[in-house]
């Protein structure tokens, strides 16, 4: 489903990608992982749509992506959940899921204001669709509450929900996992088992190599820009250049667990 082909990326003379390929296939759970500085961010925001690669290139099913601003790739099907992306703090949990659904919509978010007879069907239709996503991450429940002061655990979930309702062939995870505590880690990646269970196709750039490991088909590693190694986790952990690359940054790594 999604190609990256002979990618690279440099920042002034240093290469934060180079050369790095990957395919996620349909209904496939994707990890990337790697130290810190290996690229992952950079990774995630070419494929995202922040970053145009220099070199190399992008597809979605098929079609190439790489010169498609983020709006028009999310319109394609590829969701992004950004680490410390930003909700609508004023607004209810629903409301944050339905902004997600209005920016797919024809109507839009501001002309619901002043909509018509002729787009309340549509605006009812999204709001159905937004309890279906609160519902699929569990938060429905709070659905009326506001969004400001929501746990960091119920926060992520809810940013899933919103890259959920516009209907993605592809979700892209930025490292969700990320100051999350060991309770809402375990919620989350049950979270991100179960939706990949029902089909969606995941790409999950995680810090957290366990996480990795006990949720993804196949990983590829990232280091200095460049791919270690691709494979089931089995295989990319026994990979004698990932255990290097690790014990490289240690201390590092270590301090992040
Ligand atoms: N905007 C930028 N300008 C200059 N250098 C950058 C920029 N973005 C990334 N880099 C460099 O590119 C390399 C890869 O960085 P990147 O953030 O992609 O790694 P990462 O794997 O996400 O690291 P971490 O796990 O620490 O977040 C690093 O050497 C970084 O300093």
């Not at 496939?28 to 990774?43: D, F, M, Q, Y």
């Not at 930025?174 to 088992?193: F, H, K, M, N, Y």
């Not at 990979?239 to 201390?251: E, I, N, R, S």
Request: with cysteine; net charge positive.
């Amino acid at each position: 489903m999604l190609k990256v082909e002979r990618m690279s990326k440099h920042f002034g003379g240093v290469y934060a990608n180079r050369d790095v390929s990957l395919e996620v296939a349909e209904g496939e759970l994707r990890g990337v992982i790697g130290p810190n500085g290996a690229g992952k961010s950079t990774l995630f925001n070419l494929i995202a749509g922040h970053l145009r690669p220099d070199a190399g290139s992008i597809s979605l099913a098929g079609a190439h992506i790489d010169r498609l601003p983020p709006h028009v790739r999310a319109r394609r099907g590829v969701a992004i959940v950004f680490q410390g992306a930003r909700l609508f703090a004023g607004m209810s949990l629903l409301q944050n899921v339905m902004v997600g659904a209005h920016a797919r919509s024809r109507a839009g978010l501001v002309s619901a204001a002043f909509r018509p007879p002729a787009q309340r069907r549509e605006e009812r239709e999204i709001r159905t669709q937004a309890e279906q996503c609160l519902d699929r991450v569990g938060l429905l429940e709070l659905a009326d509450r506001p969004a400001e002061g929501l746990p960091l655990g119920q926060q992520r979930r809810l940013q899933v929900a919103r890259a959920l309702a516009g209907r993605p062939r592809l979700l892209l995870l930025d490292e969700p996992a990320s100051g999350l505590r060991a309770a809402e880690r375990t919620q989350l990646a049950d979270l991100i088992r179960e939706l990949n269970g029902a089909g969606t196709t995941i790409l999950l750039v995680e810090h957290d190599v366990g996480m990795v490991t006990s949720l993804a088909h196949r990983i590829t590693v990232l280091d200095l820009g460049t791919v270690i190694a691709d494979g089931t986790p089995a295989e990319v952990t026994s990979d004698p250049a990932v255990v290097k690359a690790y014990l490289g940054t240690g201390a590092d790594h270590a301090a992040h667990h």
